[in-house]
């Protein structure tokens, strides 16, 4: 079976300074994963993804995300927060060979000004 | 990026009334769609599969004669809550793949459907 885990309820970081966004995954098999962001009674939307290649992603919004096969996570990254950037955060894994994502329990990021 | 639009936005029902909730893709064709719920402060739980032209997939233990999923076309999927009770109140999100190479390909999201059952 596999899960996606996002051990930190909640990160709060000062505007400018970095943001890291923990996830760590149990795939059997080749993982495949996902970023998402919720904004307040919204749908997710999309930052980046890891299929194969290279281990950085980079994607929406200035975001980019670490694929660490060893350590089993994709933690996602920003250089220098926004406190636009204060939403919750989804990391997601699909199952290779299946169609469903599988959620992390969600980060609730809050930047202050 | 791909575009879903979900609606109504927000519906307030009477227990025992049916509601349903309209998911389209706008600028690509989506041969699967996903239905998720989300409680409040919660992550989303994959309700059921929607593939066009065929029966939907449901998860363990999600009714599918109470929620039922109709994907008649390429661009859209609906959900109707058959007989609500108060609950079924949730936030429902759909889905759309973007893609034909199957689970590699995104999955974009509609912004949500808030359901009040009274």
């Known amino acids: 079976a596999q899960s996606v885990a996002q051990p930190e309820d909640q990160v709060n970081v000062a505007e400018g300074n970095p943001l890291t966004v923990k996830c760590t995954y149990s795939?059997?098999?080749?993982?495949?994963l996902f970023w998402y962001v919720q904004y307040p009674n919204r749908g997710l939307q999309f930052l980046l993804k890891?299929?194969?290649?290279?281990?950085l992603v980079k994607g929406s919004y200035g975001f980019e995300a670490e694929f660490n096969k060893s350590q089993t996570s994709f933690h996602l990254k920003k250089p220098s927060a926004l406190v636009s950037d204060s939403a919750l955060y989804f990391c997601?894994?699909?199952?290779?060979?299946?169609?469903?994502?599988?959620f992390g329990g969600g980060t609730r990021v809050l930047v202050k000004p | 990026g791909a575009v879903v639009s979900q609606h109504p936005s927000w519906v307030i029902c009477k227990s025992g009334t049916s509601v349903k909730i309209e998911c389209r893709s706008l600028?690509?064709?989506?041969?699967?769609m996903f239905w998720y719920r989300q409680f409040p402060k919660q992550s989303l739980m994959l309700m059921a599969t929607?593939?066009?032209?065929?029966?939907?997939?449901?998860e363990q233990g999600v009714e599918k004669d109470k929620f039922l999923i109709n994907h008649a076309s390429l661009t859209l999927s609906t959900l109707t809550v058959t007989s609500a009770h108060p609950e079924d109140s949730s936030f429902y999100i759909c889905?759309?793949?973007?893609?034909?190479?199957?689970?590699?390909?995104?999955?974009?999201f509609g912004p949500g459907t808030r359901l009040t059952v009274l």
């Open positions: 795939v059997s098999g080749n993982p495949y």
């Open positions: 889905s759309a793949r973007d893609g034909v190479a199957g689970y590699t390909d995104t999955q974009y």
């Open positions: 600028d690509f064709q989506a041969t699967t």
């Open positions: 997601a894994a699909v199952k290779a060979a299946g169609n469903k994502l599988t």
């Open positions: 929607s593939n066009e032209g065929s029966k939907a997939t449901y």
């Open positions: 890891y299929i194969t290649g290279d281990n």
